[in-house]
């Protein structure tokens, strides 16, 4: 969820902090890069650790991941459309970290370009922790079913698994459009101050409330984990005469 939900905003992040598209892209796809250095290793130490102990702590961390990415809101100023946008043209002027813009040269300051690097570092450490968090459940989870479960039910569980992976996306697509609804700054400026809606061009969204709750849920998802014993009874198929 908290994965597609990125892949979601992302365009509304890169208005709100004057990413290029390239940049906007690697901060999209850099959770895939903690995940594929760590999917083997991790895979290979499957039957020597406590597999739902560690899918527990992979969802602490895609928790702490998520809430990393929401701080740039927090620890940054508020949303100033008006540099950011040309009324004239609509065009997004971007304020790209050490060069300034072409569209008001004058605009693009050495506080929005900080502003900017900040944003992007923290963006791709949540990113980085967030593929490092999502590697345990795939590996151990399954492992973990196909050792204990029964031949019989074995497929069914599995397909619980591959049907809630495709249920978060399409989850996460939905809180996005309801979370893009609403002002990004709603926390920092009275609603009589927003003087935007969401039909113009300079609108943002409060992309950052979706992560917090992606946070809270993987949080509260984590805990069952902990209760798992390293080992469980292997299921007997029942055969009905």
């Not at 591959?162 to 709603?186: E, K």
């Not at 992309?207 to 007997?236: C, D, H, M, N």
């Amino acid at each position: 969820m908290t994965s597609g939900y990125m892949k979601g905003s992302i365009s509304t992040i890169e208005k709100r902090f004057g990413f290029s598209s390239q940049t906007s892209g690697l901060v999209a796809s850099f959770n895939e890069v903690g995940n594929t250095l760590l999917i083997v290793f991790v895979s290979y130490f499957g039957s020597r650790v406590h597999r739902p102990r560690l899918i527990g702590c992979g969802a602490i961390l895609v928790s702490l991941a998520a809430f990393i990415i929401s701080l740039p809101h927090f620890v940054l100023g508020i949303y100033e459309y008006d540099r950011s946008v040309s009324e004239k043209s609509n065009v997004t002027d971007i304020c790209l970290p050490g060069q300034q813009s072409t569209a008001a040269p004058e605009q693009c300051t050495t506080l929005r370009a900080s502003e900017t690097q900040i944003a992007l570092f923290l963006l791709l450490l949540g990113q980085g922790l967030l593929g490092i968090g999502a590697v345990p459940i795939q590996p151990f989870g399954i492992s973990y079913i196909d050792d204990f479960a029964s031949k019989s039910n074995s497929p069914f569980y599995l397909g619980i698994i591959f049907a809630a992976t495709t249920l978060g996306p399409a989850i996460a697509f939905i809180l996005m459009a309801v979370m893009l609804r609403v002002y990004v700054d709603i926390d920092k400026l009275p609603a009589v101050d927003v003087h935007l809606t969401h039909k113009d061009p300079r609108w943002v969204g409060a992309w950052w409330l979706g992560f917090l709750f992606t946070s809270a849920l993987a949080a509260i998802s984590a805990i069952p984990y902990f209760f798992f014993p390293r080992e469980l009874q292997k299921e007997v198929r029942t055969h009905q005469g």
